[in-house]
């Protein structure tokens, strides 16, 4: 176990590192930081100056090891906008943000397993089809539309929640909607055609043909299996809650790093822009790696192969 876990933080690693260098290559691309810095009307001789006391001055890869080495201690750089620390940025905003995400991660996973679950369990009824169509419906219906059809209803024509902002518990509402209308409808679909398959599993069929009351059978042998394979997609769909906080906190004015990030794409921010990102993937990376290390130890069979192999 400990040689598979292992395994699984170096792969988390190597995808940190490789986003990085990605993310920090087409920012240097981008744009000049000093000029952005200095203005159009810079003197040749002062975006020189600014150039070598950013460092950007230097090859590529030489300024992608020096902004690793700082940023591995913590330190992203400076605003260019801004002229704050990026830490202290991202420090402010990323609390709101995992809020957000813990609230859309926690109702969707709720909801998913209920409605999946009777949907698998009551197959080819109305309850599954009205399942299926949502579950269509939210994977076909943009993030931004939802937002607005959301907001256009329930804060403006019938003002019963705030369209922006973050403050009380109500203010969670329609973000958390808006982020969650996808990976509900990614939860249903995968835990209803888990359960059918479960469903029709010899196990199953041995322990109705002992008596056993329905409401057992479901509990006790058929979620927890049925189960698995949501576990092994869970930080994919944490994934699609992190990058789709870009165009909730956005459309919400939500105070969270991804409408840090927005606003620094639209400043040309490079040094925010690498930080948002990082955190991003490390979120993302670090998410994988505890469903991979929770899935290892309730399926024995795939830290058995990976140690095979």
């Known amino acids: 176990m400990y040689r598979y876990i292992l395994s699984r933080i170096l792969q988390a ?13 087409l920012s240097a691309f981008s744009g000049n930081p000093a000029l952005l810095m200095l203005g159009p009307d810079a003197s040749n001789e002062d ?4 150039e070598k006391r950013l460092g950007t001055d230097k090859p590529i890869p030489v300024q992608y090891w020096n902004w690793a080495k700082h940023a591995i201690t913590g330190d ?16 402010e905003r990323l609390p ?25 369990v009551m197959r080819g009824s109305f309850v ?33 929640l705030p369209a922006a902002g973050k403050g009380g518990p109500s203010t969670f509402v329609l973000p958390a909607v808006t982020l969650g209308m996808a990976t509900i409808a990614g939860m249903m679909r995968l835990l209803r055609s888990s359960m059918i398959e479960v469903l029709a599993s010899d196990y199953v069929r041995v322990a109705r043909a002992k008596g056993l ?17 949501l576990i092994t997609v869970a930080g994919l769909l944490l994934a699609t809650i ?31 822009i690498q930080g948002v990102v990082l955190i991003g993937a490390v979120t993302i ?10 899935y290892g130890y309730i399926d024995p069979r795939i830290r058995l192969h990976r140690s095979a192999s």
């Not at 992203?76 to 420090?91: E, N, T």
């Open 242 to 272: 992190v990058t789709g906080s870009v165009i909730a906190e956005t459309i919400f004015a939500w105070p969270g790093i991804g409408l840090l990030g927005f606003r620094a794409i639209q400043e040309h921010d490079f040094p925010v």
């Open 128 to 160: 599954d089809f009205i399942v299926r169509f949502f579950t269509n419906i939210g994977h076909a219906a943009p993030s931004f539309w939802v937002a607005i059809v959301a907001i256009s209803i329930f804060a403006v024509r019938f003002d019963i």
């Open 285 to 294: 990376a670090f998410a994988n790696l505890v469903v991979d290390i929770l």
């Open 213 to 229: 009351e329905p409401r057992v059978v479901i509990l006790r042998h058929a979620i927890r299996n049925a189960l698995l394979p």
């Open 76 to 91: 992203l750089g400076d605003s260019i906008q801004l002229k704050r620390p990026v830490k202290d940025l991202i420090r």
């Open 47 to 50: 975006i020189a100056a600014m």
């Open 96 to 120: 709101n943000s995992l809020q957000l995400g813990a609230v859309t991660f926690g109702f969707s996973v709720v909801i998913a397993l209920v409605l999946g679950t009777v949907a698998g």
């Open 13 to 25: 690693l190597v995808t940190i590192v490789i986003v990085s260098i990605v993310v920090f290559s």
